[in-house]
C-alpha cells in the first residue's frame, strides 16, 4: 500500500485506528477518531482497564461514562489486550509511559515491549506513530532498527512518525481536539500519512521536518515551564526569609501587559511530563558532551520543595510546642493539580511519604481520588478520608497540597489547628489568617 493509497484510506474515513495505551493519553485520542467517524481498536495489557471500556465505564473522570457507552454503542469502538491483532490497524499511535529510572534516565522498556509487539504482525502499508514524549532520535535511533527487525523498511514498506501528546487535564478551553497537533515523518510519505491521519481528527496539524524535531518541541514546552516553576520556586524560598508574600508579587508583576508570563510555586512538580521530560535532554545531551546546567538546576530546586514544605510545616508546629514526630497531619488533595483525577508524579505522594518517615501519623482527603493504587514508585495503601469540622479539629495540621475548587476553605480554617498552605488556596479567607502559612 502506497503513502497514497493510505492517505486516500483515512480520508475516505475506511481506514482502521489501533491505540495503544488507553489512559490519560490514549483515551481521549480514542474519543476523537471514534466521533471522526473512524473505526478504533484500543489495546492495552490491563485487563481491567479493557473490561471497564467494553461495559461502558469510564476511569478518567473528565471522560464520563456516558461517552464511553456512545463510543461502544457506535460500533466504531473495541478494546482488547490481545496484541495479536495489531496486524488490523491501518494506523497505529503508541501512547506508552516513558518514565526515568532512580538515575534520571530514560525508561525505555514500554516503547521497547509496544514495538516488538507490533513487529510481530507488522504489515505493508501500516502507519506507525509515537506519541510517547521522550529525548530527541528516540524514534529514528531506538524504536525504528526494532520495527525493522521483521524485514520490513521504514519509507518502503510501512512508515513512521512522532507527535507529541499535549493532553492537559482539567482544561476548560482546549480539549484534545483543539489543540494543535505537531507532526514529524522519518520521511516525506511517512509525514504525509500521519498529517492525514491526524487531519481526520484533530483541528489543527503542524507538520515539521522531522521526527527530531517533533521530538525536541515537546521538549522545549515542558523544559519552559520545568525552569521557570523552579525560578519561582526559589524566589518563593528567598521571599519567605525575607518576609515578602511571593504570591502578592506575582500578582503585582502580572500587571505588566507585556514582557512577563506568570509562572507559580508549589510543593513540587507533579504530572507526566514536566517533573521528567527536561532530564530526557539532559540524557541525551551528555552523549554529544554537553552538560543542560538550566535544566539540572531547575530539576534540584523543584525536587527540594517537598522537603521544605515539611521544614516549614516542623517550625510551624515547634513554635506550637509539638514535636513533627508524633504528629497528626491531614493532606488535602493528592491530585497533582487542581480539578483532576491524575495523581502521576504528584508532589503530594511524597508528601506523605516524608510525613510517614518523620514519625507522622498521615491522612489524606481528594474528593476526586477516592482511594491509592499501586503505582511504579508508590504503593500508599490509604483510603481518602471524609473532611467535617470534628475531624478537622483532630489534627495538628492541614496541609493542602492541591488546591481543588471543591474545597470550603474558610470551613477548613475554621475548623483546623492549623493550615500549611503551599498554593495561596486561602487567599480570600477572611477569619482565622492567623492559622494560615504559606509554604
Not at 465505564?57 to 495489531?86: C, N, W
Request: aromatic content about 8%.
Amino acid at each position: 500500500m502506497s503513502s497514497k493509497h493510505l492517505v486516500e484510506k483515512i480520508q475516505q474515513k475506511k481506514a482502521i485506528v489501533g491505540v495503544i495505551g488507553l489512559g490519560y493519553v490514549g483515551l481521549p485520542l480514542v474519543r476523537e477518531f471514534v466521533r471522526a467517524g473512524l473505526p478504533v481498536i484500543g489495546f492495552d495489557v490491563d485487563k481491567a482497564k479493557v473490561d471497564a471500556l467494553l461495559a461502558g465505564r469510564s476511569y478518567i473522570a473528565h471522560i464520563p461514562p456516558q461517552t464511553v457507552k456512545e463510543m461502544v454503542a457506535s460500533g466504531r469502538f473495541s478494546a482488547t489486550t490481545d496484541f495479536s491483532k495489531l496486524k488490523k490497524p491501518d494506523c497505529i499511535l503508541i501512547c506508552v509511559p516513558t518514565p526515568l529510572t532512580k538515575q534520571r534516565e530514560p525508561d525505555m522498556q514500554y516503547i521497547e515491549k509496544t514495538a516488538q509487539a507490533i513487529v510481530k504482525t507488522l504489515r505493508k502499508g501500516q502507519l506507525i506513530i509515537l506519541e510517547s514524549t521522550t529525548y530527541p532520535g528516540t524514534t529514528r535511533e531506538y524504536m525504528l532498527p526494532i520495527l525493522e527487525s521483521g524485514g520490513l523498511k521504514a519509507g518502503k514498506d510501512f512508515y513512521v512518525a512522532f507527535s507529541p501528546e499535549r493532553e492537559d487535564p482539567g482544561r476548560k478551553d482546549y480539549s484534545t481536539r483543539t489543540i494543535p497537533k505537531v507532526v514529524g515523518g522519518l520521511d516525506a510519505d511517512s509525514l504525509a500519512a500521519a498529517v492525514a491521519c491526524y487531519a481526520a481528527a484533530i483541528d489543527t496539524v503542524v507538520p515539521v521536518s522531522s521526527c527530531e524535531a517533533a521530538e525536541a518541541a515537546k521538549i522545549l514546552e515542558n523544559t519552559y515551564r520545568c525552569v521557570n516553576i523552579a525560578l519561582v520556586n526559589e524566589l518563593k524560598v528567598l521571599f519567605d526569609r525575607m518576609g515578602i508574600d511571593v504570591w502578592e508579587v506575582i500578582r503585582a508583576a502580572s500587571t505588566k501587559p507585556f514582557g512577563f508570563t506568570p509562572f507559580y510555586p508549589g510543593p513540587g512538580l507533579g504530572g507526566h511530563c514536566i517533573p521528567i521530560d527536561p532530564f530526557y535532554l539532559s540524557w541525551k545531551a551528555r552523549q554529544y558532551g554537553l552538560t543542560t546546567r538550566f535544566i539540572e538546576l531547575a530539576g534540584e530546586i523543584n525536587v527540594s520543595m517537598p522537603r521544605y514544605v515539611i521544614a516549614r510545616l516542623a517550625d510551624a508546629l515547634n513554635e506550637r510546642a509539638k514535636p513533627l514526630k508524633g504528629a497528626k497531619v491531614l493532606v488535602l488533595g493528592l491530585a497533582y493539580k487542581k480539578d483532576i483525577d491524575d495523581v502521576r508524579e504528584s508532589p503530594s505522594l511524597e508528601l506523605i511519604e516524608l510525613l510517614q518517615e518523620y514519625g507522622c501519623r498521615v491522612d489524606y482527603n481528594d474528593p476526586h481520588v477516592p482511594r491509592t493504587h499501586k503505582m511504579r514508585e508508590h504503593n500508599l495503601r490509604m483510603t481518602s478520608k471524609k473532611i467535617n469540622p470534628r475531624m478537622l479539629a483532630s489534627y495538628d495540621a492541614v496541609l493542602i497540597s492541591t488546591d481543588h475548587s471543591s474545597y470550603d476553605y474558610q470551613m477548613i480554617v475554621d475548623n483546623a489547628r492549623l493550615v500549611i498552605d503551599t498554593r495561596n488556596a486561602c487567599k480570600s479567607i477572611r477569619r482565622g489568617r492567623r492559622k494560615v502559612l504559606k509554604a
